[in-house]
Each structure stands twice: as C-alpha cells, then as structure tokens.
C-alpha cells in the first residue's frame, strides 16, 4: 500500500534534513565544459536534427559553442541562491528542466538537489519529469546502457535516503494507475488505455531499480 502524500512529505524532510552540498557543484554552474566530460560524447548517439545532426558529432558541436561570443547554451541559467535544499521548493526560478541539470552534477550535489525536486514532485500530480531522472537510461539499439552512470549518481544516497525515494516512486506509480482507472471507467478505448499503460515512466522508473531497493 503506497504511502499518503503527508506521509511521503514528512519521509523526505526527514531523510535529507540535514543535507548540504558539501561544497560540490551547484546547479548554476554546469557549462559546455560540462559536456566535455560527459559520457555521452564517448557513445554513438547521433546529434539530434534541432542541434544540427545527424552531419555533425557531439564534439564537433562542442567546438563551436565555445567559438561563438555569446554564453554558450549548455551553460544554466540559474543563479544560485539557496542555502539549504528546502530554499528550492517554492523558488520559482530553480527548474529541473534547466540545460545540465542532474546529468553535470556529481554524487554530493545529486543528493542536495534530490529532495526539492521530490518535494515539488509530490505536490503536482501531473509531474513526470523526475521520473527519467530516477529512471535507468538503456538504449539497446544504439548498444548504450546508462546503468554504471545511474548507480554512480545515486551513490551518496544513504540507505534511508533510497527508501524515500522509493516510497515516492510507490507513490507516482498509484497515481499513473489511478488515472488508468479512471479512463477505464469513463469508457476509453482499450488500445488508448494499453498505450498509456505502456508508457507510464513512473512504473518504469520503479521496475528499472527502485523496487530493488528494500523497505
């Protein structure tokens, strides 16, 4: 039985109360030379057409962001003001959906930044971004499998901290089926109904890992 929302609210305050950033990076900074580092520069995934693929290569396209005068666009556009996580809830500039996010941030501040994003999550039924984020990456047919990155990104979560999230996830999961049930009672195609059912990225996030977690 999933947990209430108060009861996954009061789980998360009191699993990362006293997390700090521990002088790691902070979601303002990431910039292309993030992107230098980044894994995905090593892989064979092709540059989407919006940045200028498939003719060009991620390298290629770092190369000429740090050519042109202006800010390059990986760099965030969140300037930092937080002193604790629970600044970040109600912060209407801080966005997980900002250039880098979680993908430049090292295990320390993953966890920093983790809870508000989980808050904020709980508290809008229609949020689906954090579910990628807490998802397994695995793209089979381009032979690219995320899992050693995911597992190293998670690392400083203690485990109290993973219960958490896994609760939260729980509760995400019951949230997607119950939206399920209720098209099914207003009478919606069952072909609509198994394609919804077959992209419900809170249930993948789930199997992916986080029902491995115990508790």
Not at 58 to 80: F, G, I, N, V
Not at 190 to 196: D, T, V, Y
Request: some cysteine.
């Amino acid at each position: 039985m999933p947990k209430t929302q108060e009861e996954i609210l009061q789980e998360i305050r009191a699993a990362f109360a006293d997390v700090t950033r521990e002088g790691a990076t902070t979601w303002g900074e990431p910039t292309i030379k993030s992107i230098e580092q980044d894994r995905w520069t090593d892989t064979n995934i092709s540059v989407p057409e919006s940045l200028g693929g498939p003719d060009k290569t991620w390298s290629q396209l770092k190369a000429e962001s740090e050519d042109e005068d202006d800010e390059p666009e990986s760099t965030a556009r969140y300037h930092d003001r937080d002193r604790r996580w629970e600044d970040l809830i109600d912060d209407p500039e801080w966005s997980t959906s900002v250039s880098g996010g979680f993908s430049y941030l090292e295990p320390v501040a993953c966890r920093y930044y983790l809870p508000a994003a989980m808050v904020r999550s709980v508290m809008d039924s229609d949020e689906v971004s954090l579910a990628s984020t807490l998802n397994i990456q695995k793209f089979p047919e381009l032979d690219v499998d995320l899992t050693d990155r995911f597992i190293e990104r998670w690392s400083a979560l203690t485990d109290h901290q993973r219960r958490a999230v896994k609760h939260l996830v729980e509760f995400k999961v019951a949230l997607e089926d119950a939206f399920i049930e209720e098209l099914r009672r207003l009478n919606a195609h069952e072909e609509a109904l198994l394609l919804i059912r077959g992209h419900q990225p809170w249930r993948k996030a789930f199997h992916g890992y986080w029902e491995k977690v115990a508790g």
